[in-house]
């Protein structure tokens, strides 16, 4: 594994890169490889968009006092918008130590914290108003049942609100565990944003939308 300090060997780094990792353990390795240029790359090289995409959805559900989850939080580009905003009581989990070291650089988040979306997440029930997921819940990421998880820790009446691919979202489960926690009564659709485009340098036929659900169980 690099330092916070490295970045990709020549030709290494970016989405294509991290996508065709062949084991959980491969995608963290990359993932804390990128760490130190993943910003700069995203930016540049892809036009990513989608924490800004995300954001305004949040402000319209969450109160700026709430207490959010930064769920998938890499360098901590969702919590830089969300504190410019005004949110101050943000908690970042990610499975990349050095990710979750550059999102440390930012101080915005009052905890950081390294842990994997899949399994269970050391929080006790029903503790944050919102849950966000930006970026993450796509091929080879955090799978569909990363969602249980989320409604358990955020509090009756509070939001889990991510962003994700619509061409992902049926091979990937999440089409029918979305039905699964609405039919146990566990949330309901609040809002799904119009498709756009978060990548348009790098993958342009590629599009984003964020939903956002309340959690009513």
């Not at 029918?176 to 756009?196: H, M, N, S």
């Not at 342009?204 to 169980?217: H, K, N, R, S, Y």
Request: aromatic content about 8%.
């Amino acid at each position: 594994m690099s330092t916070e300090s490295d970045g990709p060997a020549p030709g290494q780094g970016g989405v294509e890169w991290v996508y065709s990792s062949t084991s959980a353990e491969q995608l963290v390795e990359r993932y804390d490889t990128w760490s130190a240029s993943y910003e700069a790359e995203m930016t540049e090289n892809y036009g990513w968009s989608a924490p800004q995409m995300t954001v305004p959805v949040i402000q319209k559900y969450v109160p700026v006092n709430g207490r959010i989850l930064d769920a998938g939080v890499g360098t901590g580009l969702v919590g830089q918008l969300l504190a410019e905003a005004g949110y101050t009581d943000l908690t970042g989990i990610d499975f990349s130590a050095e990710m979750l070291a550059q999102a440390r650089l930012k101080s915005v988040y009052r905890v950081l914290r390294q842990m994997q979306l899949g399994d269970p997440l050391d929080f006790p029930p029903n503790i944050f108003d919102a849950v966000a997921c930006v970026g993450v819940l796509t091929l080879g990421h955090a799978p569909a049942s990363s969602l249980d998880e989320m409604v358990r820790i955020t509090k009756p009446g509070g939001h889990v609100i991510y962003s994700m691919r619509p061409d992902y979202r049926e091979p990937g489960g999440f089409v029918e565990k979305e039905a699964e926690l609405a039919d146990a009564g566990l949330w309901k659709l609040a809002e799904v944003t119009d498709p756009a485009h978060t990548m348009p340098k790098g993958i342009p036929d590629a599009l984003m939308q964020v939903w956002a659900f309340e959690v009513t169980g």
